[in-house]
């Protein structure tokens, strides 16, 4: 895990001089790679308005890790199996029943086992505390290869299939006139959140990577309704984000957490207001809204 | 508090209700505070959860508990009662909700996510500055899975008190709030004012998230709102029939959980007991599922009645 003890971060607390030295240098290039991801992947999350599952699943997933140290197993095989789990339930469920009922009652049973395994497993809070609110400045050298990896899978497979997405969420029956299956892109889109929250909740927890997902995301989209600029606009901003937030978080030593909260909720209220003063017209609405009919 | 020594009228009534009821459950203060606090809860979330699963809300009524997790602990660091946190943060975060995401289910989906998103940053701020400030670190696990058991008996009058205006709120609006969640276009024809209805429905929403956010956890309030309401639905489509289904079921599985958690004070690993969210989200979670089998088999019977669920508007 190597997740640090709080108190060794209040210890690192230092000037803006040294936060591109030593161990630092993991948690930017970590962090990098993790704001890329929530980039491409948010710009679908925010598409197909699947805010809920970007939640649940890697929400979910730290019952995995909380099982998996029960066991004394490793923390990454118990977030995927809860991820991927998590996210196959999801999709198989919701063909019989509504998809946000579905999607609730999927977190709430992963969340009862997690607080299950915790209460059997006599596991230190600051652990917990990490993986639901993140602690970015704890990644080691030997945790960035399938950080790196896991991360560049994820944005191949997404752009491999930004096409058929991208039709499918905006128009899906256009998209099963062309042979996407609306309910394969379904699945491929929850099973593409689920590998994501695998390589991110060890480094940045559960609740920092849903902001990360959505808040550069609606942003980007208030400013345009293009989807290619959208994606690219929606990394940049979670890239800014994230850089801003370790930045503060180095200097004045409170949690990322609330920084990229913070940030995040700014910068989408900056882009509903440019959006507001800068596009009054008659296509405001439609833009602002998206093409969705 | 919790172990106290069987009393000898437990012998009279028999070894089987002792061994399922574990001694002394009824004559202990924390679980009859638990029970009573605990059925408030249930009928309040089931009630309200019930339009919550029609309206499509199951991510805002998530949101608010989770949200909660920010009350909590701010209130910690204040000094004040947890509940109030619950309560103030979940009534601020409804009003965000519909000022910047009214109307279609979409933009409402990303309105909570960004909400989510910025509440749960205070939190992580509010939990860092109690743990650093106290040197309680077991403060963030009581305010994220909660414990029925810990309640203070003194909250239990303001309990009934917030748990009575939430409830209220949702009976008097009922048909109204059950044509605008219907139909929406319809109730604006009828001159219904949807617009406030909604707000007044989130308001209890919001009430009704925060006490159960109290009692099983912010992270699990989600189970006593969405599971027995669910289940309800599958059951019957009769609106009242529903929220009176929901009630009972919510109240049911509170009271099996509670013992069940009273008893597994003796379970392995011992000494210490499983925790009553556990049991809730297990036995909602298996109802729900039991329930999905009728449905398959008897499709033609229960599933295409006309219904609430299918008169629902579309969206995600």
């Known amino acids: ?293 | 508090m919790l172990m106290r020594p069987p009393i000898q009228a437990w012998s009279e009534v028999g070894d089987l209700m002792g061994s399922i009821f574990g001694p002394g459950l009824f004559q202990s203060s924390p679980v009859q505070v638990a029970l009573i606090v605990g059925t408030v809860v249930a009928v309040v979330s089931g009630v309200v959860g019930v339009f919550t699963v029609v309206r499509g809300q199951s991510f805002s009524g998530h949101a608010l508990a989770d949200l909660g997790t920010a009350g909590g602990s701010g209130a910690f660091l204040l000094g004040v009662s947890q509940l109030w946190g619950f309560v103030v943060i979940a009534a601020v975060a409804a009003g965000t909700i519909d000022l910047i995401g009214p109307g279609r289910a979409r933009s409402r989906d990303l309105a909570t996510g960004i909400v989510l998103g910025a509440g749960l940053g205070l939190a992580a701020l509010f939990l860092y500055l109690d743990t650093t400030s106290s040197n309680t670190s077991g403060a963030s696990m009581t305010i994220l899975f909660g414990s029925i058991f810990t309640i203070d008996g003194g909250l239990v009058p303001i309990i009934l008190g917030l748990g009575v205006v939430s409830l209220g709120t949702v009976l008097i609006l009922y048909r109204m709030l059950l044509f605008s969640s219907l139909s929406s276009d319809m109730a604006v024809a009828r001159a219904v004012p949807v617009r406030l209805v909604g707000i007044g429905y989130l308001v209890s929403l919001a009430l009704a998230v925060s006490l159960s956010a109290m009692t099983i956890g912010a992270v699990l309030s989600t189970a006593l709102l969405i599971g027995p309401a669910a289940c309800a639905l599958r059951l019957t489509k009769h609106p009242g029939l529903a929220l009176l289904l929901a009630a009972l079921i919510g109240v049911a599985v509170t009271w099996v959980s509670i013992v069940l958690a009273y008893d597994s004070f003796y379970w392995p690993p011992g000494g210490r007991g499983w925790p009553v969210s556990f049991f809730v989200v297990a036995l909602i979670f298996t109802l729900y599922l039991l329930l999905q089998l009728p449905a398959r088999r008897w499709a033609s019977k229960w599933a295409s009645r006309s219904a609430i669920i299918d008169a629902r508007p579309a969206g995600p």
């Open chain 1, 1 to 293: 895990m190597g997740v640090p003890e709080r108190d060794h971060r209040r210890a690192a607390r230092g000037t803006l001089a040294e936060v591109f030295t030593g161990f630092m240098l993991n948690t930017w290039l970590a962090a990098t790679v993790v704001a890329v991801v929530a980039g491409v992947l948010g710009f679908f999350i925010v598409l197909r308005g699947a805010a809920f599952i970007a939640h649940a699943v890697p929400n979910g997933a730290f019952a995995g890790a909380a099982a998996a140290s029960l066991l004394g197993l490793s923390t990454l095989l118990g977030l995927g199996t809860f991820a991927v789990g998590g996210a196959l339930g999801i999709s198989w469920l919701s063909r019989r029943g509504r998809q946000d009922v579905v999607t609730a009652l999927a977190l709430v049973v992963m969340l009862g086992l997690g607080s299950l395994f915790l209460s059997l497993s006599r596991e230190y809070a600051a652990e917990i505390f990490s993986l639901l609110f993140g602690d970015v400045v704890g990644v080691n050298r030997a945790e960035l290869p399938p950080i790196l990896g896991l991360g560049l899978v994820c944005v191949i497979a997404t752009l491999l299939l930004f096409r058929p997405l991208t039709l499918s969420a905006v128009m899906p029956e256009a998209g099963e006139a062309r042979g996407v299956r609306a309910s394969r892109m379904e699945l491929s889109f929850v099973l593409l959140v689920a590998l994501a929250t695998t390589m991110t909740v060890p480094i940045v927890g559960a609740f920092l990577m849903f902001s990360l997902m959505v808040a550069p995301a609606a942003a980007a989209r208030s400013l345009t309704a293009r989807p290619g600029i959208a994606m690219g606009l929606a990394v940049g901003i979670a890239l800014i984000i994230i850089w801003l937030a370790i930045a503060l978080a180095y200097v004045c030593a409170w949690p990322i957490g609330f920084f990229v909260g913070a940030l995040g909720a700014g910068s989408y209220g900056l882009a509903r207001g440019w959006d507001y003063y800068h596009l009054r017209g008659p296509n405001r609405r439609q833009l602002a809204e998206g093409p969705v009919g």
